[in-house]
């Protein structure tokens, strides 16, 4: 068997299954779901059934009361997306005996927004969110970089840098079959042949549209815009497609986890905050691949690297929320004044802290005033603010700020 990183969101997993009759992960196809499902699942006696195979998904669409029916007790039900027609009866199976831990579900589509699966189970399943891996599960070792944010836990310390390891990780990501592959053509291949199966597949299953070809190319744009603010006139320039197609091509993306926007945080405090969502690449191994980008071409382009490193930083906070005990959201933080803050935390609904991103080697107090304005405008429920930078040393900034090396963010201490 090969040697497989460990998935943190394991523990999760574990503890979920013991309280809810159905569990979704949900993810980006080659996330690892499937793994993660057979390492938790089978040795607890779950039997594995993929809908990837053509003759069970018939079976299941045609019949799916007989299909159900005949399951085993206990079963993970693989790429439950390409078989709506299933949910409502998996619904009337856990009404009839409410076990926990019945059925382990796994997703490659955002199947929370399909109906049929959003009215069907609401209230009777648990949801895991499954990203690409996070650099701390690559390296191994458990990180505490949220709890520190929150903790305001940055204490005076010294990292050698190493700029050409962080391009290296920017361009690899977080997908388990591409990084075991070496970088250049092969690692590029695969990037391709992965785009072509999802738009061929899970892209055309969701909707029907009538130009499959236009989607790797606005992908590719899109990598070009990571890290911006949502502007679908810009996006629809170069295609021969309306801004609303666009728009509707966004969010099937969005659906199939290649994209994500993050949203604007603002609060009653102030009225002079831009209500526009940010844009994001899933995955900046990806957004690499696609715009035909190594470390070297990262190194010698300093704003496509800020762009790429502001979405590194926030996909990594993101997969390690997603295992985490606490319930964390994301925002970003931007005004009138051209004051922005790259990634906003909520942690519950009483504390907000925030990060800057920064590729250079140097930090100044100028480098807070974004930090600055969140903190007056989250008022009492500010936790703390850092500014990641491409620096050796974490020092204090004043009250709760922070500016600190980005390998913290996977660091075990």
């Not at 204490?155 to 290296?168: D, G, I, Q, S, V």
């Not at 850092?386 to 974490?394: F, M």
């Amino acid at each position: 068997m090969p040697d497989l990183f460990p998935r943190f969101a394991a523990a999760r997993l574990t503890e979920v299954l013991a309280d809810a009759p159905a569990v979704l992960i949900h993810g980006p196809r080659q996330s690892g779901k499937t793994t993660l499902a057979r390492s938790v699942g089978e040795p607890a006696g779950y039997t594995y059934v993929t809908f990837d195979d053509g003759a069970t998904r018939e079976a299941a669409t045609t019949d799916p009361i007989g299909f159900v029916a005949d399951l085993p007790r206990r079963v993970i039900l693989d790429e439950v997306q390409h078989v709506p027609q299933l949910f409502s009866t998996l619904k009337a199976a856990i009404d009839r005996e409410r076990v926990p831990g019945r059925f382990l579900l796994t997703g490659s589509a955002n199947v929370l927004l399909l109906p049929k699966l959003s009215d069907s189970l609401a209230g009777r399943m648990a949801i895991l969110r499954l990203h690409p891996l996070a650099q701390c599960e690559i390296g191994r070792r458990p990180a505490r970089f949220l709890d520190r944010l929150f903790g305001g836990d940055f204490k005076f310390r010294h990292r050698e840098r190493h700029a050409e390891e962080l391009m290296e990780r920017i361009a690899g990501g977080g997908y388990p079959a591409a990084i075991a592959l070496a970088a250049g053509r092969r690692r590029a291949r695969w990037y391709q042949d992965y785009i072509e199966t999802l738009v061929q597949r899970d892209v055309r299953e969701l909707a029907r549209i009538g130009s499959l070809d236009a989607l790797p190319r606005l992908l590719a744009l899109a990598a070009s815009h990571t890290a911006r603010l949502l502007n679908v006139t810009e996006l629809a320039g170069p295609f021969q497609l309306s801004r609303p197609t666009i728009r509707d091509y966004v969010t099937l993306l969005v659906r199939v986890f290649l994209l994500e926007e993050l949203p604007p945080w603002y609060s009653n405090r102030t009225s002079r905050l831009l209500k526009t969502p940010k844009l994001h690449l899933g995955d900046t191994g990806l957004a690499c691949a696609l715009l035909g980008t190594g470390s070297a071409e990262l190194k010698a382009d300093r704003q496509l690297l800020g762009q790429l490193l502001e979405t590194f930083v926030f996909q990594e906070l993101k997969r390690e929320a997603s295992w985490h005990e606490d319930r964390h959201e994301f925002f970003h933080f931007r005004d009138r004044d051209g004051y922005e803050v790259d990634i906003v935390v909520e942690r519950g609904t009483h504390e907000i802290a925030g990060v800057e991103v920064k590729a250079a080697a140097t930090v100044s107090g100028a480098d807070f005033r974004s930090l600055h304005k969140l903190k007056t405008a989250a008022g009492r429920r500010f936790a703390g603010g850092v500014v990641l930078y491409g620096g050796e040393t974490s020092l204090r900034f004043g009250d709760r700020l922070y500016a600190v090396p980005i390998p913290a963010l996977w660091a075990e201490t």
